[in-house]
């Protein structure tokens, strides 16, 4: 039997992938009955709609119990496995979407995470052979520096579900490699187990329609970047604003609704950011952990700095509570 969800500060739950109905699992995926478990452990009751939320946000009202429910990335498992869960419990959400893949482009973050899943056994499989990539690459020996063991505890303690191989590969992705220089060693890797990039991308991201049909059912569609770049914080204001535009064009000219809400890619943002998200009338901003926040130094210290708990530590928490 589960106890109550303890957590007494107003927060969103995050949420990423899914697997059943056709998509796979993998790495931190939930099914339809783990989605459901979580609900009923945070509690029903509980629970905002994205409206209510917003009314209570700006009126200084939201009470240290309240929680409303966020998916990240526009991923169609979220729609095909969790949202007949939320139908079935009349549950509404944020959905916050990146816009590059609904105009034929590919996000290739995805796209490495479905082709970790489906050629390799086990995630820490796939770690040895990028690894290895990386450390005979030119980039090698500021990759065996990137992570100190300080870091690595920093880092465990506030995303205690990544093993220490996740947290080396986020390192080496995120702060050694640029962007092109990422996709260039895994696109060696995809190549090298002949696979095609294009038959990874299949059921991976939802649809225009798919946006629109939660909009029209009062779920609230957010921004979340245009290419969801991993470093948002280190472009300059006028990219910023790029990402964040072209964002909320393409969600107006899906849903004819403004975007109100956004969550910042990868809990990557600055004070341009702050400055583009007022600009764009945004109501609301969410982090991606229950730390205090960069620019105010506090947790819901400002109301794009909204604190969000990763579903993967609530479910340490339903275990430890068994």
């Not at 870091?151 to 986020?170: A, E």
């Not at 220089?181 to 991201?205: C, F, H, P, Q, S």
Request: with cysteine; charged share 25%.
């Amino acid at each position: 039997m589960y106890t109550s969800y303890t957590n007494k500060i107003a927060h969103g739950i995050m949420f990423h992938h899914f697997h059943g109905r056709k998509h796979y699992k993998g790495q931190g995926s939930l099914s339809r009955e783990g989605f459901e478990s979580i609900l009923n452990f945070i509690g029903i009751d509980r629970i905002l709609s994205p409206a209510e939320w917003l009314r209570r946000l700006d009126s200084n009202r939201l009470q240290p119990s309240d929680i409303c429910i966020t998916f990240d990335d526009s991923l169609m498992c979220q729609f095909d496995v969790a949202l007949p869960i939320l139908e079935r419990y009349k549950l509404k959400a944020f959905w916050f979407i990146y816009s590059n893949v609904f105009e034929g482009q590919i996000n290739k973050l995805e796209v490495y995470r479905a082709f970790r899943l489906k050629n390799f056994k086990h995630v820490d499989e796939f770690y040895d052979v990028f690894l290895e990539k990386v450390f005979v690459s030119e980039f090698g020996e500021k990759a065996k520096k990137a992570i100190s063991p300080s870091d690595l505890r920093r880092y465990q303690k506030t995303f205690p579900f990544y093993s220490p191989n996740d947290i080396k590969f986020r390192f080496i992705r995120d702060r050694v490699l640029q962007p092109s220089d990422y996709e260039y060693i895994m696109d060696g890797i995809i190549k090298d187990r002949g696979v095609k990039i294009g038959a990874l991308t299949r059921n991976l991201w939802m649809s225009n329609e798919n946006l629109k049909y939660l909009s029209d059912k009062g779920h609230g569609i957010g921004l979340h970047s245009y290419s969801h770049p991993t470093r948002l914080a280190g472009l300059a204001y006028k990219d910023q604003r790029m990402e964040y535009g072209k964002n909320y064009e393409h969600i107006e000219s899906i849903t004819s609704r403004p975007p109100l809400v956004a969550a910042h890619p990868v809990n990557s943002y600055d004070l341009n950011t702050f400055r583009i998200l007022e600009k764009l009338n945004i109501r609301c901003g969410f982090r991606s952990n229950m730390f205090p926040g960069e620019i105010t130094g506090k947790i819901n210290g400002h109301k794009y700095e909204m604190a969000r708990e990763d579903s993967a530590n609530i479910i340490r928490m339903m275990e430890k509570s068994k």
